[in-house]
């Protein structure tokens, strides 16, 4: 072929001359640049394949990375795991089967990946989200999502999300504001965890997190200078008070000190607010996470002693008395997953009293027919969003959607032992969710979350709006 039919047959005369004319009308400072960026324009995306690798994630345990190719660029993400074996040293056999089996089906998921999912979105426009993740579930023939596996599926959607918001020439968190139908974004509070539990750290504290929220900041920066001078105070006072065998962190980079009670872990991070000069402009919540410690009917506090006192049994009853009397001594507004998973009536007894936010996890499991359920019945009133419960991005902003109509507060969250993708903190500001959940002002994982939010925050300028004392009311996505 010679040159002439090779321009003739792509155009390519006509299409420079256009691109010229622009650039001449443009009065472009540099014409090859913007001659190059006019006829990449003139492309449209298409994703040419998918390829799927095996990483680690926080806790160095097995996930699932992506990078989705499309004739223009190589958009990368990754999906957290679940949740990693936890275990006694007695359960070292038992901990070391759930991660061979964990990395078999991590493994699985790459090859489904590499094989039927990118042969099935080859040609497909990345601007199309539901679309393209609708062409993922259908690949889910038993649709209950383990033929691929949901950390799996979230990965392959979060990256066609990117090539979706860089075709647009937008930003990942005005790309989500798009596909949510909203145009306003929400900068969102952090719910920054200073003290862990329960089966995310080593010592006797039986709740899972105690969280800081500073809702009396101006923006997410002031909030983060706040989170973080607390976060160091507090460990000034676990050093003077239990010593620098104390200040080890769990898995969410909270602090772990050898306490085995609420209130004793709530002292700790009041001392640490006050000390920090932000008495009554910061907020605490907890995790709970009662169904690691639900036994029967019953919650046992002690299940992490090794030798028990015999008084750590409580009825639900007892628990709800424990948590009214909490919120009345301390500026407790949210309580996460106070009762097992399965403890409806309960939920809904403490819900009833409106004494803080009731956010739903395991309860909920970020399920829409679950979501309907706990609405109806008012089992709860707020989400925690976790993307990958859910499976893909227009899941998970219809679970959003669902939640807001109800007037429900929603909480962004973070896994424990993510991996350092930032896709969420963009999620919570397109969502304009009010709340996110990304653990403590430490570890990469972490702080990626956090980071990205600050960049967010600088590049919306004086459009950025911080959720603030309207934690639990940002905007309706409808």
Request: charged share 25%; net charge negative.
């Amino acid at each position: 072929m010679s040159v002439q039919e090779y321009l003739e047959k792509h155009l390519l005369s006509r299409k420079i001359e256009e691109a010229v004319n622009a650039a001449v009308r443009a009065k472009a400072p540099d014409p090859v640049l913007f001659i190059s960026t006019h006829m990449r324009r003139a492309v449209p995306a298409v994703i040419t394949g998918v390829r799927a690798r095996q990483i680690l994630d926080g806790r160095g345990e097995p996930a699932v990375e992506v990078s989705l190719h499309t004739n223009k660029a190589v958009h990368r993400a990754s999906g957290a795991a679940a949740d990693a074996p936890e275990g006694t040293a007695a359960d070292a056999a038992r901990d070391a089967e759930k991660r061979k089996l964990l990395a078999r089906a991590v493994a699985d998921a790459v090859r489904v990946i590499n094989d039927k999912v990118s042969e099935a979105l080859v040609g497909m426009d990345p601007q199309q989200q539901a679309q393209i993740d609708q062409a993922i579930m259908d690949l889910d023939k038993a649709h209950h999502k383990a033929e691929i596996g949901v950390n799996a599926m979230l990965a392959v959607s979060i990256a066609a999300c990117k090539a979706g918001a860089a075709e647009k020439e937008v930003p990942l968190y005005k790309h989500i504001a798009e596909l949510v139908g909203k145009s306003a974004t929400t900068l969102p509070v952090p719910a920054i965890t200073v003290i862990n539990g329960g089966t995310h750290a080593g010592n006797s504290l039986p709740i899972q997190e105690i969280m800081i929220l500073p809702v009396g900041a101006k923006n997410f920066e002031e909030a983060m200078k706040m989170g973080s001078e607390t976060y160091h105070h507090l460990k000034d006072i676990i050093l003077e008070k239990y010593g620098s065998n104390s200040c080890n962190i769990g898995d969410d980079g909270g602090f772990a000190p050898n306490i085995s009670s609420m209130s004793e872990g709530l002292d700790l991070v009041i001392g640490a607010i006050n000390r920090a000069g932000y008495n009554g402009r910061i907020k605490l919540a907890i995790d709970v996470a009662a169904t690691d410690f639900c036994i029967g009917n019953k919650y046992d506090l002690e299940f992490k002693f090794a030798e028990k006192l015999g008084q750590g049994f409580k009825t639900a009853d007892d628990m709800i008395e424990i948590y009214s009397q909490l919120c009345s001594e301390y500026p407790l507004v949210s309580i996460e997953q106070p009762f097992d998973k399965d403890d409806w009536e309960h939920s809904k007894k403490f819900t009833t009293l409106e004494l803080c936010q009731v956010v739903g996890d395991d309860l909920l499991m970020s399920d829409p027919e679950r979501i309907k359920r706990a609405v109806n019945e008012y089992t709860c009133n707020a989400l925690v969003l976790k993307a990958n419960q859910v499976g893909t991005v227009t899941e998970a902003i219809e679970v959003v959607r669902q939640a807001k109509d109800a007037h429900w507060g929603v909480m962004v969250s973070h896994r424990s032992g993510d991996t350092d993708d930032s896709f969420i903190a963009d999620l919570a500001v397109g969502a304009a969710a009010g709340q996110i959940k990304a653990g403590a002002p430490c570890r990469g994982e972490c702080l990626s979350k956090y980071n990205q939010l600050l960049r967010i925050e600088e590049e919306l300028g004086s459009d950025g709006v911080y959720a603030g004392e309207n934690w639990r009311t940002a905007p309706s996505t409808s």
